[in-house]
């Protein structure tokens, strides 16, 4: 079997946007009382998902090199357009359609909605993306290794330092909650700097020398302490902590995955063909921008309202409903939809 590298990033790009909106559909068992079968299992999923976004940005960063040979502004206008346009659309949709449908949203209302990413709710990982695509033209100006690994090193300590100074000590902060405590790049540290690093210096990093039995190794122990310091915060009442992707447990674990997706590039696996993985990794950005407002179309609908009780079956259903209602929606605007439109729109 041949590898096929777009199928191959796709399928992981699949696997990661489902654990994006399942992270979103955990929600609801995170309200339970602490200790409560509800509550254990949507805490106990997050450890297993908390890869998400942190593999993401790692793919994004390993794709980034292409800049080397792009002038900066060309990159810039390439790299930006593709994003900012979709995000400005849905966050438009959101703020006008789904926020205020009554009445317009106000001048603070809609800068707040688009600088921080609160306008689509989720916004921020767009805000966050484009700071890294800021300074890509200057990380790949750096040729030396050890430099790389000192400034990963050092803005993934800070950046750490962040989370838990203001979690812990100033819970009520706008940097302890939602979007302040994630909508700056340097705590989302080492992931795009890591993928980036991955595609300069593949040689000497080599990961595929790694074999299945240490890799998997690797995951157990990741998940374990990913675990165990996921219920320790909670246990402790620090919540925020406990299912977070920025603790240093489930950074642990992110970069795991992400040396497994290196380890796997090159070598015959299920995920080198086109399946229903590939198709949503190819939509993944779409379905990242859209899967908030099917949340909100089912729970009017109340089809799920009988399981919320029954968290397990809960979030499976609503991660399901969202997704298929993202993609019939894709499918709907490609069809149907001027080229031009449908890429503004989708992606």
């Given amino acids: 079997m041949k590898t096929n590298r777009l199928s191959y990033w796709d399928n992981w790009k699949g696997l990661a946007i489902i654990a994006v909106v399942m992270i979103h559909a955990t929600n609801k068992a995170l ?46 206008r390439k790299r930006v357009s593709r994003i900012i346009v979709p995000y400005g659309i849905w966050t438009a949709i959101y703020l006008f359609l789904v926020k205020t449908p009554e009445q317009l949203p106000s001048l603070y209302e809609i800068a707040h909605g688009y600088i921080l990413g609160s306008g689509i709710g989720i916004g921020y990982f767009v805000i966050v993306l484009l700071q890294y695509i800021a300074v890509t033209p200057l990380l790949l100006k750096i040729k030396s290794f050890k430099t790389h690994i000192f400034i990963i090193g050092i803005l993934t300590f800070s950046g750490l330092a962040f989370t838990y100074f203001f979690r812990t000590q100033y819970p009520e902060s706008f940097f302890a909650k939602f979007p302040g405590s994630a909508i700056l790049f340097v705590v989302w540290y080492p992931f795009y700097h890591l993928g980036m690093l991955a595609a300069l210096f593949k040689n000497r990093l080599n990961f595929e020398k790694f074999t299945s039995t240490v890799l998997l190794s690797l995951f157990i122990l990741a998940l374990a302490f990913s675990f165990i310091e996921g219920f320790s915060w909670s246990h402790l009442e620090y919540n925020r902590l406990s299912a977070t992707q920025l603790k240093i447990s489930s950074f642990t674990f992110s970069i795991v995955i992400f040396i497994i997706a290196i380890a796997y590039a090159h070598k015959e696996s299920w995920l080198n063909s086109q399946g229903v993985f590939s198709l949503l990794g190819r939509y993944s950005f779409a379905i990242y921008l859209m899967h908030l407002l099917f949340f909100k179309i089912i729970h009017k609908t109340s089809i799920l309202k009988p399981l919320v009780d029954i968290q397990p079956l809960y979030i499976f259903s609503l991660t399901a409903l969202s997704i298929a209602g993202c993609m019939i929606f894709v499918s709907l605007v490609e069809k149907f939809a001027p080229k031009m439109v449908s890429k503004s729109v989708i992606g």
């Avoid at 942190?54 to 800049?67: C, K, N, R, V």
């Fill in 31 to 76: 309200t339970f009382p602490e200790g409560s079968f509800n509550y254990n299992f949507g805490l106990g999923v997050r450890q297993f998902i908390n890869y998400a976004v942190p593999l993401f940005l790692a793919m994004s960063g390993y794709f980034s090199i292409s800049a080397i040979q792009e002038d900066t502004l060309s990159y810039y």
